[in-house]
């Protein structure tokens, strides 16, 4: 069964149950202590086979659970997954569709699914106070009437989100549709799943254990997964290739690019396609951002290899200081292809303000003071304010067009926002980067802002009516409180 709850978990985890008391121990560093020296993100050895997950549509059933699987060093790790091992299953829908999927609790916490960019009746959004009890289930029913695009799935349970999604409890969603179907992108083997993620590990056991200060910043890992698997390679073709990113990490934020500055096109980002191509040399994306792009292998000599890496982006914080290898593509095979980029790719309606739009400040740059849920002296919060589940922040009227500003101008950390229940659209960033990039143009749910940024979004909320969220997807800083509810009335 299924109850409303707001709870406060306990100081043993899910994960501590499940491995003992080894893990209790606290990694050795931080981001800030090892920025210089050469071994803080460890790259591996690029010579295990990329794993693309399983794909499943129609009627799905996902087991929350406790499991293991081989990620260094080939010995076994405690994880959480959907399933066994890590992660969950590609799920794949058809715009027009309703899909029915069972979750089943198996573990000893409480938890949920949100469903990542979909929009969603209330009931079945993943809010945090919907959860499913341990050895409970509940039958979600989600009418897709999305355009065709990248989405995912992972927990929601306030005060454990983050560590459910860092232990492995997430996967991709994909909409399909006529219109995409009519431009033939590469499909089969030559299109390519990613959900990139980073990962702290004590010896092989992968451990979720964030102290004070990186609650307050971001809980960051040494170690780089794709897909589940630390340092993979990919046998591709020279051909054209569908790459379907998601940053599924809890902080990191990635400057993503090729080690040989091979250009590609962006298609797609979070609500689906783009107008046009957006012929790329990097693209950054933020935690819960999605990025659809075409590459080209076609001038790549056969025995070559090229990565995919994180450059470099900022000398001023951390998480940008150090450039790293992802993965690794070998081109083994001289192939052939029709395929030619299409010059159109659908077109999007921009919404525009008038003088009568409501226009909502929302300030994410003050710390909030008083007792932290991990015992820190001050919260991040917006407008001064963190979660309370039976406090709404503001109501909005279905069918209405909302401006919403999120100001970071004198804040210090970075802040990517996402809002349940609505696809937006980016009108304007002003102050530090001070523009809207190609990789923001379209529709989005989740937007980065970066210290010393303001950026303000469009949005016309859907006919569902209910209590959404709203909150940073660094997902320590949203377990701490940087969470808001709203109500569609």
């Known amino acids: 069964m299924k109850r409303r709850y707001f709870i406060k978990l306990s100081a043993k985890s899910t994960i501590t149950a499940w491995a003992g008391s080894s893990v ?3 990694a050795c560093h931080t981001e800030e202590d090892m920025i210089g020296k050469p071994n803080w993100i460890v790259e591996g050895s690029f010579d295990t086979p990329l794993i693309i997950p399983q794909k499943v549509s129609g009627i799905t059933s996902l087991v929350a659970q406790m499991s293991s699987a081989k990620i260094l060093n080939g010995n076994g790790s405690a994880t959480m997954a959907y399933g066994n091992g890590t992660l969950g299953p590609t799920i794949e829908a058809q715009r027009g569709e309703t899909l029915n999927i069972h979750l089943q609790n198996n573990l000893v916490d409480h938890t949920n699914i949100h469903w990542h960019g979909l929009v969603l009746p209330a009931d079945m959004d993943g809010h945090p106070e919907d959860l499913t009890i341990p050895g409970g289930s509940f039958e979600y029913q989600l009418p897709i009437h999305q355009r ?3 989405y995912w799935y992972h927990p929601h349970p306030h005060k454990a989100t983050a560590q459910q999604v860092f232990m492995g409890m997430a996967g991709m969603f994909l909409v399909k549709d006529e219109e995409e179907s009519a ?7 030559f299109e390519i799943p990613m959900i990139i993620q980073d990962k702290r590990f004590m010896g092989s056991s992968m451990v979720y254990m964030p102290s ?21 390679f990919s046998s591709v073709e020279t051909r ?40 790329l040399k990097s693209i950054m994306l933020a935690p819960g951002e999605r990025a659809d792009v075409l590459i080209n292998f076609k001038d790549l000599p056969v025995g070559s290899e090229i990565f995919l890496e994180s450059y470099k982006f900022s000398e001023f914080n951390p998480q940008g200081r150090q450039g790293f290898k992802i993965m690794k593509f070998r081109i083994e095979k001289v192939s052939t292809d029709s395929f030619l980029l299409p010059l159109k790719l659908s077109t999007i309606t921009k919404l525009s303000s008038s003088p009568a739009t409501k226009v909502r400040m929302l300030d994410i740059s003050k710390l909030v003071g008083g007792i932290g849920s991990h015992g820190s002296g001050s919260r991040h919060g917006i407008n001064g304010m963190t979660f309370d589940n039976d406090y709404s922040a503001f109501s909005v009227e ?41 990789f923001e143009r379209g529709w989005k749910d989740t937007v980065l802002i970066m210290p010393g940024e303001k950026v303000s979004v469009i949005m016309t909320f859907p006919s569902y ?9 660094n997902l320590e800083h949203e377990d701490d409180g940087m969470m808001l509810n709203y109500t569609i009335v």
């Open 240 to 279: 054209w290739y569908r790459l379907r990113l998601l940053n599924g990490s809890t902080a990191r934020v990635y400057q993503l690019g090729f080690s040989n500055q091979l250009p590609f096109y962006l298609i797609g980002t979070d609500g689906g396609l783009l107008e046009v191509p957006e012929k």
């Open 24 to 26: 209790l121990l606290h």
């Open 398 to 438: 279905k069918g209405s067009t909302e401006i919403w500003e999120f100001d970071n101008l004198m804040g210090d950390e970075i802040h990517p926002m996402h809002i349940h229940g609505v696809q937006f659209q980016i009108l304007k960033r002003t102050g530090g980067r001070n523009q809207v990039f190609a």
């Open 212 to 232: 004070d200060e990186e609650i307050m910043t971001g809980y960051l890992g040494e170690t780089i997964l794709v897909n589940g698997i630390h340092a993979p």
């Open 148 to 150: 065709a695009g990248t």
């Open 465 to 473: 009516v209910g209590k959404f969220v709203f909150h940073c997807h």
């Open 183 to 189: 431009l033939n992108l590469p499909t089969g083997e």
